[in-house]
């Protein structure tokens, strides 16, 4: 099954109270974190704008139901994480601190070129399709070339018909 068609669709109004709701639930989670103290507070923050962007890019495709809002959903992702991840290293000093954050770019560089390969794979594939469905046509055109004027009329129009040309 292909992810648009796995998408649900739904109604500018329903799209727009989502987009209410997840607002108001990153309102009330800073409200949450206001009360914590030093870092603790600063990771709850980032953890709070990680969820709202997070749903938001999720609302966004269940919305148009776009294979790039798809992806979008995985970059918010491994951006989100790293931020999350970042905050949390300030925990730390010294190598310890460096070691964690070094660690988090290399997780985030590898989601980030994984996303990417995986977006290069699915340009590849329908290449790939493109190809063979130009290669069929003409095949399919030069077996109607040995018919009589309408017949060959007829089977390159429906050629045509079937390849998309």
Not at 34 to 43: E, P, R, S, V
Not at 60 to 73: C, E, L, R, W
């Amino acid at each position: 099954m292909s992810t648009q068609a796995s998408a649900q669709s739904m109604s500018k109004s329903d799209y727009s109270a989502a987009k209410t709701r997840v607002s108001s639930e990153y309102k009330a989670d800073k409200v949450i974190c206001k009360q914590l103290a030093a870092n603790a507070k600063d990771i709850c923050l980032e953890e709070a704008k990680a969820k709202e962007k997070v749903a938001n890019a999720e609302l966004t495709f269940s919305y148009t139901g776009k294979s790039a809002d798809q992806v979008k959903i995985s970059t918010v992702k491994a951006d989100s994480s790293y931020a999350v991840a970042k905050e949390k290293c300030d925990d730390l000093a010294g190598v310890p601190k460096t070691t964690c954050r070094t660690n988090a770019k290399a997780t985030h560089t590898k989601t980030l070129a994984d996303i990417k390969m995986g977006k290069e794979i699915s340009a590849a594939k329908a290449d790939d399709t493109q190809t063979k469905l130009d290669a069929d046509y003409k095949v399919a055109t030069q077996n109607c070339a040995s018919l009589a004027e309408e017949a060959k009329a007829g089977c390159v129009s429906a050629a045509k018909i079937k390849f998309g040309k």
